[in-house]
């Protein structure tokens, strides 16, 4: 544990010492990528907690997946010890279902409702038809409810309720949200049930990386938010310890054309002089973009680390790089698939996690289904869920007369390595593991320390960073990503700009963004321009790698022989 009490704030910057010991009231922390917002954020509990005698059980800190949440309460452990454990730490989605199984009589459930998986709702819509209040009531017959309904019924009670609304507002008194760029507006309604007008409120976000306005994300909630709130305290963060002198130059001027933040500055607070350029590599096909990945892993791991014998450290961080330290970012998820080919090949193990809810992949619903059936079972969870994929992949060998086969043994190993980390980290809490199943995204189920590369979608990486990071598929196209015969609008294409600015803002000491001249896309292959983002980027900033050059006679002799 840190020493709480004076020295609590000495790791901070004074900027963030400001924001991490503002008194009460509304405050929102505007914030760029890698200026120490979670780090703020667990400081500004810790000081409240050891400094201003506010008690961890009336703190509610809310983030947006379930991995962000168990880091904050990492975090949260080292500096203030056991007691962190009464904070309440989760996502919008945990926080709406303790809510609704707090209060489930008075929403007309029972104390153990479930949350509808794929099937229940494919059985309730082929039943329901058009029909939304008989597909509701459809679910409600087997005590079931939808995903969406977690946050719709508990601001439903709310509403319902000054009294419910009065008692929550005095259990959490202080309450902390991350990422607050992208709250929707049922979100945005249970906050404002949650917190009074001038309450202890701290939003903490970046307008500049509202990227999920796809899922209903409005970054005029953050935008107004001191509208909403009455004599909200505004602190902004400047000072980036994330990322290399160059990326941070080159995402800056990125972003320029789009940003929503009036006078952006973010200041490198990583100044050395030999730090590498951005890497470019103008990939002749999406193959030879895969070889480029490969080739320079190989060299990064394997010659690094060898290097780090004699050099030690090159800008003051060791140089020794693991497979765990790096990322390929792409925009959509079809991208990666030559990508984990070159790296099988290559022997290079991988981690893919995409933003898309984990109840959405093929395979995952039924093993939940299995390890439902077979709850009592002895073994651990992680151990359960490997012998329920067992089960499925032998039943789903045999092929049914009705086509319930419909999931396949590829999908459901997939499903099980995507699992287990997560069932690891439930301890052997079956339902906290199938609820998190329910509602949390395949990115959950990342594990920051499995050897190997991460290959993640740009939305699935927001709030991470690693040494090295590839940006791949930085074409017209895929950023901004267009469909055959449709232009995005501005606000589209601002969008992708913003996401293109998280992808690269995600890299600490190395940056490699590449584009193919061919590719196929909506079952063509056609010709690619890079991304028109890149253009706004100083060439300066730039090496640029794989230039056709001519091979040196020596390279051509020694292949003669
Ligand atoms: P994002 O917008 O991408 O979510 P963030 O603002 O939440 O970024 P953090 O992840 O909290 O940024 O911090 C980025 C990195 O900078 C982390 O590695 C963190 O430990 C480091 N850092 C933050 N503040 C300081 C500081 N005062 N001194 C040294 N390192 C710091
Ligand atoms: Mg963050």
């Known amino acids: 544990?840190?020493?709480?009490?004076?020295?609590?704030?000495?790791?901070?910057?004074?900027?963030?010492?400001?924001?991490?010991?503002?008194?009460?009231?509304?405050?929102?922390?505007?914030?760029?990528?890698?200026?120490?917002?979670?780090?703020?954020?667990?400081?500004?509990?810790?000081?409240?907690?050891?400094?201003?005698?506010?008690?961890?059980?009336?703190?509610?800190?809310?983030?947006?997946?379930?991995?962000?949440?168990?880091?904050?309460?990492?975090?949260?452990?080292?500096?203030?010890?056991?007691?962190?454990?009464?904070?309440?730490?989760?996502?919008?989605?945990?926080?709406?279902?303790?809510?609704?199984?707090?209060?489930?009589?008075?929403?007309?459930?029972?104390?153990?409702?479930?949350?509808?998986?794929?099937?229940?709702?494919?059985?309730?819509?082929?039943?329901?038809?058009?029909?939304?209040?008989?597909?509701?009531?459809?679910?409600?017959?087997?005590?079931?409810?939808?995903?969406?309904?977690?946050?719709?019924?508990?601001?439903?009670?709310?509403?319902?309720?000054?009294?419910?609304?009065?008692?929550?507002?005095?259990?959490?008194?202080?309450?902390?949200?991350?990422?607050?760029?992208?709250?929707?507006?049922?979100?945005?309604?249970?906050?404002?049930?949650?917190?009074?007008?001038?309450?202890?409120?701290?939003?903490?976000?970046?307008?500049?990386?509202?990227?999920?306005?796809?899922?209903?994300?409005?970054?005029?909630?953050?935008?107004?938010?001191?509208?909403?709130?009455?004599?909200?305290?505004?602190?902004?963060?400047?000072?980036?310890?994330?990322?290399?002198?160059?990326?941070?130059?080159?995402?800056?001027?990125?972003?320029?054309?789009?940003?929503?933040?009036?006078?952006?500055?973010?200041?490198?607070?990583?100044?050395?002089?030999?730090?590498?350029?951005?890497?470019?590599?103008?990939?002749?096909?999406?193959?030879?973009?895969?070889?480029?990945?490969?080739?320079?892993?190989?060299?990064?791991?394997?010659?690094?680390?060898?290097?780090?014998?004699?050099?030690?450290?090159?800008?003051?961080?060791?140089?020794?790089?693991?497979?765990?330290?790096?990322?390929?970012l792409y925009r959509t998820d079809a991208q990666a698939a030559p990508i984990v080919d070159a790296l099988a090949r290559a022997n290079i193990p991988v981690q893919k996690r995409s933003h898309d809810r984990l109840r959405d992949r093929p395979g995952v619903t039924a093993i939940a289904r299995e390890l439902r059936h077979a709850d009592g079972l002895d073994g651990s969870l992680p151990a359960r869920v490997r012998l329920a994929g067992q089960v499925l992949a032998e039943r789903f060998a045999v092929p049914t007369l009705d086509g319930a086969a419909a999931v396949r043994p590829e999908d459901v190993r997939t499903a099980v390595d995507l699992l287990t980390p997560l069932a690891r980290r439930c301890g052997d809490d079956l339902g906290l593991f199938l609820s998190q199943l329910a509602t949390g995204a395949e990115v959950d189920a990342l594990d920051p320390r499995a050897e190997a590369v991460t290959l993640l979608t740009l939305h699935a990486a927001k709030g991470l960073e690693f040494p090295v990071v590839f940006l791949v598929g930085a074409e017209d196209g895929l950023l901004p990503l267009r469909w055959p015969g449709t232009e995005p609008d501005d606000d589209a294409v601002a969008e992708e700009r913003r996401l293109f600015f998280v992808g690269l803002t995600r890299a600490q000491d190395r940056l490699y963004v590449s584009h193919a001249a061919r590719r196929v896309r909506h079952g063509s292959e056609r010709e690619c321009r890079p991304s028109p983002f890149l253009d706004v980027i100083d060439a300066g900033l730039f090496e640029r790698f794989g230039e056709t050059e001519p091979r040196r006679p020596k390279d051509r002799q020694l292949r003669l022989i």
């Open 1 to 328: 544990m840190e020493e709480v009490g004076t020295g609590l704030l000495d790791r901070l910057d004074a900027m963030q010492r400001v924001a991490a010991s503002a008194p009460g009231g509304p405050l929102l922390i505007v914030a760029g990528p890698g200026t120490g917002k979670t780090r703020t954020l667990t400081h500004r509990i810790a000081y409240l907690c050891a400094e201003l005698n506010v008690f961890p059980e009336q703190c509610l800190a809310i983030t947006f997946t379930r991995r962000a949440a168990e880091e904050l309460r990492h975090r949260l452990d080292g500096l203030l010890g056991p007691v962190a454990e009464d904070v309440t730490v989760g996502t919008f989605h945990s926080l709406g279902l303790a809510i609704l199984r707090e209060n489930a009589a008075a929403a007309g459930l029972p104390a153990d409702f479930r949350i509808a998986d794929d099937a229940d709702r494919a059985a309730a819509r082929a039943e329901a038809g058009d029909d939304p209040d008989r597909y509701t009531a459809l679910l409600r017959k087997q005590d079931l409810v939808d995903l969406d309904e977690l946050l719709t019924l508990p601001v439903a009670l709310l509403k319902a309720d000054k009294k419910l609304v009065r008692d929550y507002r005095e259990r959490w008194r202080w309450i902390f949200v991350d990422e607050y760029q992208d709250v929707d507006a049922v979100q945005y309604d249970l906050l404002r049930l949650l917190s009074p007008a001038d309450g202890n409120l701290c939003a903490i976000g970046d307008p500049d990386q509202a990227i999920y306005s796809f899922r209903g994300a409005d970054v005029g909630y953050f935008l107004r938010f001191s509208q909403d709130f009455t004599d909200a305290r505004l602190v902004r963060l400047n000072r980036n310890y994330r990322s290399s002198a160059p990326i941070l130059a080159a995402a800056v001027q990125a972003i320029a054309p789009s940003s929503l933040v009036r006078g952006r500055r973010l200041d490198p607070a990583r100044l050395d002089p030999e730090a590498p350029l951005v890497g470019r590599y103008p990939a002749a096909s999406v193959a030879d973009e895969a070889d480029f990945v490969v080739r320079t892993i190989d060299e990064l791991v394997g010659g690094l680390s060898h290097r780090s014998l004699d050099s030690g450290r090159i800008d003051g961080r060791s140089t020794t790089l693991s497979f765990s330290d790096i990322a390929v």
